[in-house]
Every structure is written in structure tokens, then in C-alpha cells.
């Protein structure tokens, strides 16, 4: 029996939603249909019906569900606007700009039983998914310390982050905004998150948030991690990574280089290519693709998303706590 093709609706068309609808017109057993923006040119770039009004778009089609790739502001009420018509939704990180929106977007979800998964794609990139394996078939042995390094030349001068130039208003933006992806993903890879302590720093007077973040971390099973991350050098030319990452173990070490290829290092010293990198397309591995082919996946065969509303509030809770570290300047318990 052929799977039934799913009808979407995205809601934002601006700089990161091209690459959701890129992904989305090669997801299989779904379509966009329908985009809405306030810019009617952008919403008719991205899908055969275009609108500049949410209600009347959900109020129009028939939709399956809602991807959801505005501004973070808007993600309440526009959570709202799709649980009330029970639509299912994927709404791209940040969730909310602070944990009392992100509980009550969970909240909306749960108490109008509509199925909502937040957008995050770090932990899709090949890469990751492939060190995953990697970890679980015993490769660097019993897990001992990981070190994510996240670097991009974008944050300097007098026009910083000229892709996403709102950036330089956020009040909260380095971590928020960026390093919340590196604590999703070492959550998948080494499960919760109980004790943080962070460092922040801004470097660039022009903007209004931290460009600069060294977080230490703490797991359930005691393994602890460095989340380090500024935005004024390169690794490696367009890194799909955004810089790299080293995972240590009593049986070896793990290096995902800036390129995506991983290095494996046994205890005696021999280094090898351990896996090539060759997802040169779409976004970083390929990863939106992969986050909403799961979504879909998900949706199809009921199965519980990765990265349910509800979980990854634990990944939020975890931003907050380093926030909340950088403050009083100690570490702080989950």
C-alpha cells in the first residue's frame, strides 16, 4: 500500500527557511503546498500556494502540518494558531527567547494533543550520526571526556553576521542561538546533562550579546565536556561542522575534523581515516533533510520524535543553566 504524501505549510521565508524548503521538495512521503510570509515574493519562491497571513492559510488548506521557521518571538502564538486546528508541527530552534514560552509551547502541544518536534538538525549532521555508531560499536571504548570547538569568521568587524544581521539585537546570542545545538548533541550522544558551569564573553562592542562561550558540563553517567565556541576564525574553509570536535574514551580517540571526516586514534598511536565525508549536499550533512524526513518518518509510523517538544526542553534547561552560571559566576545543578 503506497504511504500517504503528506501536505505542509511553512510559516517564514527568510534566510534559514531556504534550506527547509530545499529539503522539503526531496523529503519522501510529504510536499509543501503552501507558504506564508510577510513578504508575499518570498512565500511564492517557497511553495505553489503563497499568503502573508498565517490564520488565513491554516483557515484555507488542508494541511497535514506546519513547519514553523519564523523569527523566535513568533513561535507561541503560532504553535497556537496550528494546535487549535490540531495540526502537527516542527518548529526550528531557538524555541522561544526564554523557558517560560518554551514550557508553555510544550504545554499548548500536550493539552491540545497535537505532535511537536523542534527543528534541530546539529545532531542529524552525517557526521555525528556516524560517531553515534562509532561510540556504541566500542570504537574509543568507555567514554571519558568530549570537546566540541566551534569556530566561524563571521563575528568581527563593523558589520557582523551579515547573513543574519538581527543577530547583533539579540540580547542573548552566542549560546542561545548557536551552542544550544553542541548541548542537544551531546545529549544524544552521551544522554542528559546535570551540572554545568560557563564562561561568556563579548568581544565585538556592536553587538548586544555574547560572541564568546566556554562551557563545562556534566553528565548523568559523570562523563564530563568542554562546549567552546567563538565567531572570529576559521578551521577549515565553509566547515560543515562549524569547526570540530574530539571524543576520548580508555579505548581510543574520535576527531570529527572541520571537513566532516572523522579520525580514529588507538591507544597505541596509530591513526586512520575512519569515515570520509562525502554529504557535500544541502545544509551541514545534509542535516535538515535528515531532521525532517524523521519528522515525517515519525508522523507516518507514529513512532516518537527525537527531538519532542518535551524532551528537548531538557536541552533549554541546560542553556539556562549556563546562563544562569556565567551570573553568579559558580556552577549550577540541573
Known amino acids: 500500500m503506497a504511504t500517504k504524501i ?19 521538495r526531496r523529503v519522501r512521503g510529504a510536499e509543501l503546498v503552501a507558504a506564508c510570509d510577510v513578504d508575499l515574493a518570498r512565500a511564492n519562491a517557497a511553495a505553489p500556494m503563497a499568503y502573508t497571513n498565517l490564520e488565513k492559510m491554516l483557515d484555507i488548506e488542508p494541511l ?19 494546535a487549535r486546528r490540531r495540526i502537527p508541527v516542527i518548529c526550528q530552534k531557538p524555541m522561544a527567547p526564554n523557558y517560560a514560552e518554551c514550557l508553555e509551547i510544550a ?22 550520526r556516524q560517531v553515534h555508531s562509532m561510540i556504541e560499536k566500542g570504537f574509543i571504548g568507555q ?6 570547538r566551534t569556530r566561524r569568521k563571521d563575528g568581527l568587524g563593523p558589520e557582523p553576521y551579515s547573513a543574519q544581521p538581527y543577530f547583533r539585537n539579540y ?14 548533541t551531546a ?8 551540572r554545568v558551569y560557563a564562561e561568556l564573553r563579548r568581544n565585538n562592542p556592536l553587538i548586544e550579546g555574547e560572541d564568546q562561550v566556554l562551557m563545562l558540563t556534566r553528565h548523568a553517567s559523570h562523563l564530563c565536556g568542554v562546549i567552546d565556541g567563538h565567531r572570529f576564525l576559521d578551521l577549515a574553509p565553509n566547515s560543515g561542522p562549524l569547526g570540530d570536535a574530539v571524543f576520548e574514551g580508555d579505548g581510543g580517540i574520535l576527531w570529527v575534523s572541520g571537513t566532516g571526516d572523522i579520525f580514529r586514534r588507538t591507544p597505541s598511536g596509530d591513526e586512520h581515516l575512519a569515515w570520509k565525508n562525502t554529504v557535500l549536499n544541502g545544509y551541514r550533512g545534509d542535516s535538515v533533510y535528515a531532521t525532517q524526513q524523521h519528522f515525517i518518518d515519525c508522523l507516518h509510523s507514529g513512532e516518537e520524535f527525537e527531538s519532542d517538544a518535551r524532551n528537548y526542553l531538557k536541552s533549554v534547561a541546560v542553556m539556562e543553566a549556563g546562563y544562569r552560571s556565567a551570573e553568579i559566576g559558580a556552577a549550577v545543578t540541573l
Open 107 to 128: 504545554e499548548v502541544a500536550k493539552t491540545l494533543g497535537i505532535r511537536l518536534m523542534i527543528h534541530e538538525n546539529w545532531r542529524w549532521q552525517a557526521w555525528y
Open 187 to 194: 545529549r544524544f550522544l552521551f544522554g542528559d546533562i546535570t
Open 6 to 24: 503528506l501536505r505542509g505549510g511553512i510559516v517564514g521565508c527568510g534566510f534559514f527557511a531556504q534550506f527547509h524548503t530545499e529539503a522539503w
Open 64 to 82: 497535514d502540518f506546519l513547519d514553523i521557521a519564523a523569527r523566535p518571538e513568533l513561535h507561541l502564538e503560532m504553535v497556537h494558531a496550528a
Open 143 to 148: 567514554p571519558l571526556t568530549y570537546h566540541f
Open 171 to 184: 540580547k542573548r546570542l552566542l549560546l542561545y542561538e548557536t551552542l544550544i545545538h553542541h548541548i542537544d
